[in-house]
């Protein structure tokens, strides 16, 4: 069946760097649309950057644009998201997901039907 796993959380200074690795199983990460989502404690889940399937173009949320990258690592079967500058607002549990969802922006957490568990990104000095 379908699984996601990420990894790759952890805490750094603001400035900083963090990858984030979601591992896919029962699915061809390559050919799915890929979402990451973050929650901090108190707020709603928000998209915060997403690749599409087919033609690859990659969305990012506004407050991240220019700082975060998403991509694919095809002979992992995983897809990645690299955090430069990290800043004290980025804090929270990161997830990646997966869905056949159309018609909505990647960036929306409805599009999506499978979900990993998280991984807590910290950012303090």
């Known amino acids: 069946q379908v699984q996601l796993v990420e990894s790759g959380g952890g805490l750094v200074q603001p400035g900083g760097s963090l990858r984030l690795s979601c591992a896919a199983s029962?699915?061809?990460?390559?050919?799915?649309?890929i979402g990451w989502f973050r929650q901090a404690p108190g707020k709603e889940r928000e998209g915060v950057s997403c690749?599409?399937?087919?033609?690859?173009?990659?969305f990012y949320t506004a407050s991240v644009r220019g700082r975060f990258t998403i991509g694919r690592d095809v002979t992992s079967n995983a897809a990645y998201l690299q955090m430069n500058d990290l800043k004290p607002e980025d804090p929270a549990v990161y997830y990646c997901?997966?869905?056949?969802?159309?018609?909505?922006?990647?960036?929306?957490?409805?599009?999506?039907?499978?979900w990993g568990h998280g991984t807590q990104v910290t950012v303090s000095s």
């Open positions: 690749i599409r399937r087919g033609d690859n173009v990659d």
């Open positions: 029962g699915f061809t990460a390559a050919g799915a649309t």
């Open positions: 997901a997966t869905g056949v969802g159309t018609g909505t922006s990647c960036l929306t957490v409805s599009r999506y039907n499978f």
